[in-house]
């Protein structure tokens, strides 16, 4: 079975910044999409960013010129770099693989607990 170990998070006060890693257990070099998604209390879990196998990114409204989010075949790792952090980001955070039918490919990881707070 695939896993997904997300790393990075921790508490951060608003305006910092985070880099977050996610280290899948197979290659994901022939996955179509990888993505961040976080959840934070009492809300749905909503895509931050993806980025497709040939580096096409695509951002959530609400992360739009601060995160970016980045792949490295080679380690098997997404990385999402979370610059000028709001409380409102607070979340924990998860990744996952995407199919081109936007179906995703594995098993949801632990995720990793981003907290913004002054």
């Known amino acids: 079975q695939v896993q997904l170990v997300e790393s990075g998070g921790g508490l951060v006060q608003p305006g910092g910044s985070l880099r977050l890693a996610c280290t899948v257990s197979?290659?994901?070099?022939?996955?179509?999409?990888m993505g961040w998604y976080r959840q934070a209390p009492g809300k749905q879990r909503e895509s931050v960013a993806t980025?497709?196998?040939?580096?096409?990114?695509n951002y959530a409204d609400s992360v739009k010129g601060r995160f970016t989010i980045s792949r490295d075949n080679a380690k098997n790792t997404v990385y999402l770099q979370m610059n000028n952090l709001k409380a409102e980001d607070t979340a924990v955070y998860y990744c996952?693989?995407?199919?081109?039918?936007?179906?995703?490919?594995?098993?949801w990881g632990q995720g990793t607990q981003v907290t913004v707070s002054s």
């Open positions: 996952n693989g995407q199919s081109p039918a936007n179906f995703l490919v594995y098993n």
């Open positions: 197979r290659s994901i070099f022939s996955i179509y999409a």
């Open positions: 980025i497709t196998s040939d580096g096409t990114t």
